[in-house]
């Protein structure tokens, strides 16, 4: 099959991904989980050499440069699905993930000549509750998307009932019980199946040091931009940032620069399945802002891409930012969990 061929018989596969998303209750209903404390899981990862498929010695796109790629699979019944990841060291090896279904993921990406080769000690466990059960056992709690680190706390956003819960790695590591932040009632008010979908928060020595920044995927103010809201810190409120082409937010990180980037897609029957990030100045961001930034980033079906949904970033110990995407297959035999990596050069 050429790679054209094949890209056309992706963008049916995603699109039917997608739209199992937009059916309340079928992502739920098509996993069931397994577990019930932390176990170690197998993943298997198989290398993705180039980026773009059609010109394999291309390594620059845009203000990024590939580094290396791995498609993961898993025996492990309730793998996939991953909408976010944290990183929790400064080499960009130990991470926490979830899925939207409700899991926690953790475990060490292994290296080789900077290379991303392999997935180990990487474990699975259930979102637990402030009753120490599993989330997903309470209706609608289940598509968590987002995931914001403040140290050992880390907070996780559930788009389907648009609430922030906190957990406390400090208190039983992927054990830790769950609780609900107080939120705006205006976060509450987003639309079913596009609101929250990325959290940030922010560290001391940044503007807005303190706050949680929540963004909806496709929650829209009165002139069409998406919303986002600032939580606690020294200025609460509202502000917007600009969308255009159609693009809707799916995960963000701020960087040490003070630059937030943001990780958008869109999807239609004409154009396939689209992504981008955008920079934002964080010292940009106020209660009623509208805020907006060049795109530094852009592939679609052309490219080794997939339904992306998270992003992070750590800097080596040469100085260089290093950007980990990772995508969610929807728990579908025709999608994929793509791990990619690129530096920042501009």
């Not at 061929?5 to 995603?14: D, I, N, T, V």
């Not at 509450?188 to 199946?193: F, S, T, V």
């Not at 931009?225 to 701020?254: H, M, W, Y």
Request: glycine residues 10%.
């Amino acid at each position: 099959m050429s790679t054209d061929q094949s890209r056309r018989s992706f963008l049916g596969h995603a699109a039917a991904g997608f739209s199992i998303l937009a059916i309340p209750g079928v992502a739920q209903a098509q996993v069931e989980h397994a577990i019930t404390a932390p176990v170690s899981i197998e993943v298997n990862a198989r290398p993705i050499p180039s980026f773009e498929p059609r010109d394999r010695a291309r390594v620059r796109f845009g203000s990024l440069q590939y580094r290396s790629g791995l498609v993961l699979t898993s025996p492990h019944r309730g793998f996939g699905g991953l909408s976010a990841l944290r990183f929790l060291d400064s080499k960009g090896e130990r991470f926490l993930a979830l899925s939207d279904q409700g899991s926690w993921f953790t475990g060490r990406i292994r290296y080789s000549g900077g290379k991303m080769v392999a997935l180990d000690d990487v474990e699975a466990a259930p979102m637990l509750n402030a009753e120490g059960r599993p989330i997903t056992e309470k209706r609608n709690w289940y598509d968590t998307e987002s995931l914001a680190r403040d140290g050992n706390v880390f907070y996780v956003g559930l788009e389907r009932v648009n609430q922030i819960m906190r957990f406390d790695f400090a208190r039983g590591g992927m054990q830790a019980r769950g609780e609900v932040v107080p939120t705006p009632a205006a976060i509450r008010k987003l639309p079913d199946n596009k609101g929250l979908e990325a959290l940030v928060f922010v560290p001391k020595g940044q503007p807005l040091a303190g706050t949680l920044i929540a963004f909806s995927e496709r929650g829209l103010d009165a002139d069409g931009n998406l919303l986002a809201f600032l939580i606690g810190g020294p200025t609460p409120g509202q502000f917007s940032v600009r969308r255009t082409e159609k693009f809707d937010i799916s995960d963000a990180v701020l960087l040490p620069s003070g630059e937030l980037l943001i990780l958008e897609r869109k999807f239609s029957w004409f154009t396939g399945v689209n992504i981008r990030i955008r920079a934002i100045p964080l010292k940009s961001i106020a209660p009623g802002a509208l805020v907006d930034g060049p795109a530094l980033f852009a592939a679609d079906l052309g490219h080794e891409i997939d339904n992306m949904e998270g992003i992070d970033a750590h800097v080596t110990a040469e100085g260089e930012t290093v950007l980990t995407l990772v995508s969610d297959d929807n728990f579908s035999m025709l999608q994929r969990t793509l791990l990619l990596q690129f530096a920042l050069v501009e």
